[in-house]
């Protein structure tokens, strides 16, 4: 006779062993060169505005069309991996982005860079989800919050390396390395995930044809697991989720809310990362400072990450997203409002918005790991991220009209704050919503 064991009994349970760490240490990996490729075209914006003979800001339709894509991508690629897996959409999606990257080298003008940027970013948006949805599915309950952080870390981590690569590599060789060195590494990190990288334990225990392949993943967790089992995953049968089911089982609150703290976190995201070099160029910085002082910001945002993962667990999810949030908002107020300042002030400042909205970005995409069950994670978070790929769109698109006319550039980070605001009580109805009302005791 067979026994049934249940997934979350064993990955709840057990300690992260060498296989859930090499499992984690992958999908970061694919959302270092989704962060770099991001992060990579905002540098050489002020060299490809000087050599096509544009004028500043207007490069936007680029930068806005590959968010159009990485939204399209995550709302409707990413689901396809509550139907046939985690795995196979993560290499493919690396696969597409990689090819689309190394195609912008070959680009001479605005509009065909509009459209392979829309293109590369339909991959870049369905593997960051699975990514992220992949890695919270190995990770045990009481420390789920922490690897999500750890993981979407590796965005800052790509960010970081995008400024890095820029500022030894565009000034002798052009800008067109960028994009070779941002092509390469994501079809070399598929090469690697083709052969490393398993399938989500709960999404083979869903399907009865992979019950052997479900079984072989258990133990890799748990060598000890006998033969005799039957591997069965807690909650709804996966493979079937769609969008309607995000708000069946008093999850539509829950879910708007979401939506709301994912879009106005990822407008200000990609407001300060696709234009902070520009804007600091604009103010008096050369193109090295400016480099460097947006390579510190992805910094602060590295080390937000880490220090709200450590203290999500200890203190609370809600509570540590709160505070990224009031961080974000001191620091951009502080910067668009403090004229003058030479490039260690500044690069501080930075430091600690990158901190708050960083941080509170990555917090959000543990929170959505947290509110759904795992046969909707990667649909539930592939709508919000989807949903928040359109405040990414309508913050650089606003970012450029406004950075294009403003007397002062830093004035337009001043824009922040509403969105900040309003993130802020997207997160307090949400916690209201997971708390449970406590019941009064029967009257005796």
């Given at each position: 006779?067979?026994?049934?064991?249940?997934?979350?009994?064993?990955?709840?349970?057990?300690?992260?062993?060498?296989?859930?760490?090499?499992?984690?240490?992958?999908?970061?990996?694919?959302?270092?060169?989704?962060?770099?490729?991001?992060?990579g075209i905002t540098y050489v914006v002020p060299t490809l505005t000087r050599e096509w003979g544009l004028v500043?800001?207007?490069?936007?339709?680029?930068?806005?069309f590959g968010l159009v894509g990485v939204m399209l991508g995550a709302m409707l690629l990413a689901p396809l991996a509550d139907r046939i897996g985690r795995r196979s959409v993560i290499v493919w999606s690396c696969?597409?982005?990689?090819?689309?990257?190394?195609?912008?080298?070959?680009?001479?003008?605005?509009?065909?860079?509009?459209?392979?940027?829309?293109?590369?970013?339909?991959?870049?948006g369905a593997a960051?989800?699975?990514?992220?949805?992949?890695?919270?599915?190995?990770?045990?309950?009481?420390?789920?919050?922490?690897?999500?952080?750890?993981?979407?870390?590796?965005?800052?981590?790509?960010?970081?390396?995008?400024?890095?690569?820029a500022a030894r590599l565009v000034a002798p060789y052009g800008w067109h390395a960028m994009f070779v060195v941002g092509g390469i590494l994501p079809l070399m990190l598929a090469v690697a995930l083709a052969r490393l990288l398993p399938e989500s334990i709960r999404f083979a225990a869903s399907v009865p044809t992979r019950q052997d392949e479900a079984k072989s993943l258990l133990r890799k967790i748990r060598p000890e697991v006998g033969a005799d089992i039957e591997v069965v995953s807690s909650g709804p049968e996966g493979g079937h989720a769609s969008v309607s089911d995000l708000f069946k089982d008093n999850r539509g609150v829950a879910t708007v809310c979401l939506w709301v703290t994912f879009f106005m976190s990822l407008?200000?995201?990609?407001?300060?990362?696709?234009?902070?070099?520009?804007?600091?160029?604009?103010?008096?910085f050369t193109a090295t400072q400016a480099a460097e002082i947006t390579?510190?910001?992805?910094?602060?945002?590295?080390?937000?990450?880490?220090?709200?993962?450590?203290?999500?667990?200890?203190?609370?999810?809600?509570?540590?997203?709160?505070?990224?949030?009031?961080?974000?908002?001191?620091?951009f107020y502080t910067f668009a409002t403090l004229t003058g300042m030479t490039q260690w002030p500044t690069t501080a400042i930075l430091m600690v918005a990158g901190m708050g909205v960083i941080g509170a970005q990555v917090g959000a995409t543990?929170?959505?790991?947290?509110?759904?069950?795992?046969?909707?994670?990667?649909?539930?978070?592939?709508?919000?991220?989807?949903?928040?790929?359109?405040?990414?769109?309508?913050?650089?698109?606003?970012?450029?009209?406004?950075?294009?006319?403003?007397?002062d550039p830093r004035s337009v980070y001043l824009g922040c704050l509403l969105p900040v605001?309003?993130?802020?009580?997207?997160?307090?109805?949400?916690?209201?919503?997971?708390?449970?009302?406590?019941?009064?005791?029967?009257?005796r």
């Open positions: 006779m067979t026994r049934a064991v249940n997934v979350s009994d064993i990955v709840d349970t057990h300690g992260v062993g060498a296989f859930q760490l090499r499992v984690f240490a992958l999908c970061a990996a694919v959302l270092f060169v989704d962060g770099f490729d991001v992060q500043r800001g207007d490069l936007w339709p680029a930068l806005t696969v597409a982005f990689g090819l689309g990257t190394l195609l912008t080298v070959a680009v001479d003008s605005l509009w065909p860079l509009v459209a392979v940027r829309f293109l590369t970013g339909l991959g870049l960051l989800p699975n990514a992220i949805g992949l890695a919270s599915e190995y990770a045990p309950h009481k420390r789920r919050a922490l690897v999500v952080m750890f993981v979407g870390s590796g965005i800052s981590l790509g960010a970081i390396a995008a400024g890095m690569t407008l200000n995201v990609y407001l300060a990362i696709n234009w902070l070099p520009s804007s600091l160029e604009a103010s008096g390579t510190l910001y992805h910094v602060g945002g590295v080390i937000g990450t880490y220090a709200i993962g450590l203290l999500m667990d200890r203190l609370g999810a809600y509570r540590m997203v709160l505070f990224a949030l009031v961080l974000a908002a001191i620091g543990a929170l959505a790991s947290m509110t759904y069950p795992v046969a909707m994670r990667a649909t539930g978070l592939g709508w919000a991220l989807g949903v928040g790929r359109v405040g990414s769109i309508v913050g650089p698109t606003i970012g450029g009209i406004m950075i294009a006319t403003a007397a605001l309003l993130g802020m009580a997207a997160v307090a109805l949400l916690k209201r919503q997971a708390t449970p009302v406590p019941r009064l005791a029967p009257a």
